[in-house]
């Protein structure tokens, strides 16, 4: 079958090339342990950690936008007592990670999140919140912030 063939190599070099660029697919990090709900959406250079892929969970309808970072090790500790230190980070449902981001090991966030672009997530952020910051913190509810958008928007 054509069809099937030129999808098949345009997935190959698809991989080919994000492999060069020091990323690896989705489905081979889930083949690795990584857990992922329906509807993902991994943008242009997300990184999820490969080497303790099998750490991460990842909900339902979650997108993660371009260049954000989820870590679930810290090296910081192999030079001086030997060995990495490593933890889970779990995302639940309905959440955005914005561009940029940075999710440290041992972190979960909730469900109905949004996590501004930029942020430095490095301790737990609960359902229903909006994090910004550097490091991140809750600054809101996600009612609040949408109750926002929309009344700014006129939607």
Same mark, same amino acid.
């Given at each position: 079958n054509?069809?099937?063939?030129?999808?098949? !190599?345009?997935?190959?070099?698809?991989n080919? #090339?994000?492999?060069l660029?020091g990323?690896?697919?989705?489905e081979w990090?889930a083949?690795?342990?990584m857990? &992922?709900g /329906?509807?993902?959406?991994?943008q242009?250079? &997300? !990184?999820?950690?490969? $080497? $303790?892929?099998e750490?991460?969970t !990842?909900?339902d309808?979650?997108?993660?936008?371009?260049?954000a970072?989820i870590l679930c $090790?810290d090296?910081?500790?192999q030079i001086? %007592?030997g060995?990495t230190k490593?933890a889970?980070?779990?995302?639940? +449902?309905? &959440?955005? !990670?914005g561009?940029?981001?940075?999710?440290?090991?041992?972190v979960?966030i909730?469900s +109905?999140? &949004?996590i501004?672009?930029g942020s #430095?997530?490095?301790?737990?952020?609960p359902?229903?919140? %909006?994090?910004?910051?550097h490091?991140a913190r809750?600054?809101g509810t996600l009612d609040?912030y949408? /109750?926002?958008c929309?009344?700014q928007?006129?939607w």
């Open positions: 054509p069809k099937f063939r030129k999808k098949m !190599i345009v997935k190959f070099l698809r080919a #090339l994000n492999r660029r990323e690896v697919s989705t990090l083949a690795r342990g857990k &992922v /329906k509807n993902f959406a991994r242009t250079g &997300v !990184i999820l950690d490969p $080497h $303790h892929c750490l991460i !990842i909900g309808d979650v997108t993660i936008a371009p260049r970072y $090790h090296a910081s500790t001086f %007592l060995r490593t889970p980070v779990t995302i639940g +449902d309905r &959440v955005f !990670i561009a940029g981001a940075m999710i440290m090991p041992g979960t909730g +109905d999140v &949004v501004g672009a #430095l997530v490095t301790k737990s952020i359902s229903n919140s %909006l994090a910004v910051g490091p809750v600054v609040q949408l /109750k926002k929309k009344e928007n006129n």
